[in-house]
């Protein structure tokens, strides 16, 4: 079955016609488009987001990457498409201090595609990754190391769509953008209630590290007066162009788009603490302050992300896993590990089986991460011996809300979880 699209005959992926496809990937075909990013004080044109077009094929955006999706392909479109921006902007040759926004698939985003990037840009393109928080509920490890190799490899990192889906705004915190970039609808619709909690924890990011915020959609003077007064600094949109070819463009007057530092992630959350700050006590005392921290995630009016290690699965109690299973309907993103779990040991939740040789298997962690709030419990077991009780068990704990330790400890764990597939061959 052909279909036609705008005009033109263009045969759907379903019916699995690699030629057509194959077409996708040339680059006589594939002719990016380049909209233009403004700096909102002097109305300058300081980047470029690359946009993938196929004007002789006449094929939009969304239907070529589901076809992709639909063949399995989705990895050589998303490559092809960034090769094409950047050999692009390579042979127009960009202004020192301007930036090229470049867009990473979720699904398949990994260190190696971030590497590849960065290697064909030949150290000549000062490139803004555009990822979106997608990638961290269902790739997180992946995620995580991808954001580490840009930065160590002095790229910037955007959040893409924020505000699209509320509850995700509490992955702000692990990705760390240097740019955020608010969804068309924060722009373009009345503010509510809603939209006043996406703002707020947005603008506490930007005025703790720093970070750009960048108004899309764009596209009247009421939109405009919008993005500034939501606090935008940067702005794209057919009010300022609409994408086409790269144009001659002025060297801004300095770059604004500068990569944060790679922060070390510590091999374990315990590893990452300060040894002068603990202290000792018994299980009874930590479970007290655990059940605290988790409870957090019912009652923050932003869902926060939870992230825990409980040693072994014989301490992942029916009673903990519907507490959890609880926080998995609200949060985010929830994960749980140690050894012998399953990859969803209830449900919602990830689970992660950890080796018995892995240092998190004797350290006893729940990080909680929101938008405004971030406590953690870090503790290592003393290995107390076999006479000892449950409930008497000692460990070498800290319980701390400093920005940077919780995070610290929550993605070390994150970096053990695997992709999401929706299946666990350990369930029947």
């Excluded at 470029?48 to 050589?76: I, T």
């Excluded at 915190?173 to 722009?187: G, R, Y």
């Excluded at 604004?256 to 040894?275: I, T």
């Excluded at 029916?318 to 779990?341: F, I, M, N």
Aim: some cysteine; hydrophobic content about 45%; overall charge negative.
């Amino acid at each position: 079955m052909c279909v036609p699209v705008r005009g033109r005959q263009f045969w759907p992926m379903s019916d699995h016609i690699p030629g057509v496809f194959d077409e996708l990937l040339q680059r006589q075909h594939l002719l990016p488009a380049f909209q233009p990013i403004i700096d909102l004080a002097t109305m300058a044109t300081v980047a470029v987001e690359a946009l993938a077009r196929w004007p002789h094929l006449d094929v939009a955006p969304d239907v070529a990457f589901q076809q992709a999706k639909e063949l399995g392909r989705l990895d050589e479109l998303d490559s092809a498409c960034r090769n094409a921006a950047v050999d692009d902007a390579l042979e127009h040759g960009l202004p020192d201090g301007f930036a090229l926004f470049v867009n990473l698939e979720p699904s398949t985003i990994s260190a190696e595609s971030a590497r590849q990037l960065v290697a064909r840009t030949k150290g000549q393109i000062t490139i803004v990754a555009e990822i979106t928080e997608r990638a961290l509920t269902t790739r997180p490890a992946e995620l995580l190391e991808a954001v580490r190799a840009l930065r160590g490899a002095n790229c910037a990192v955007a959040l893409d769509d924020v505000g699209a889906v509320p509850e995700s705004l509490a992955l702000l915190p692990f990705i760390s953008p240097s740019v955020v970039k608010l969804d068309i609808s924060l722009i373009q619709r009345w503010p509510e209630v809603e939209q006043g909690a996406i703002l707020t924890a947005v603008s506490a990011h930007a005025e703790r590290t720093g970070a750009l915020i960048l108004a899309e959609g764009v596209e009247t003077e009421r939109h405009l007066e919008q993005a500034l007064a939501l606090g935008a600094t940067l702005g794209q949109g057919w009010y300022f162009a609409r994408p086409g070819p790269l144009e001659d463009f002025a060297p801004p007057t300095e770059s604004l788009f500068k990569p944060r530092p790679v922060r070390p992630v510590p091999r374990s959350p315990f590893a990452g603490v300060d040894s002068s700050a603990t202290r000792i006590g018994r299980k009874g005392l930590l479970l007290a302050i655990s059940r605290h921290l988790e409870s957090q995630g019912l009652y923050l009016e932003t869902p926060p992300v939870v992230v825990s290690a409980f040693q072994s699965a014989e301490r992942f109690t029916p009673d903990t896993a519907k507490r959890y299973s609880r926080l998995a309907e609200r949060c985010p993103l929830v994960a749980a590990l140690g050894v012998g779990l399953s990859q969803e040991p209830a449900p919602g939740i990830r689970g992660v089986e950890l080796s018995p040789d892995d240092p998190v298997s004797g350290e006893w962690v729940v990080a909680v991460i929101g938008t405004h709030y971030l406590g953690a419990l870090i503790a290592k077991d003393l290995g107390d011996d076999d006479s000892t009780t449950e409930r008497e068990r000692r460990f070498s704990f800290i319980v701390t809300h400093d920005h940077e330790t919780v995070l610290a400890a929550a993605r070390s764990l994150l970096g053990r979880v695997a992709p999401f597939d929706g299946s666990d061959p350990s369930r029947p």
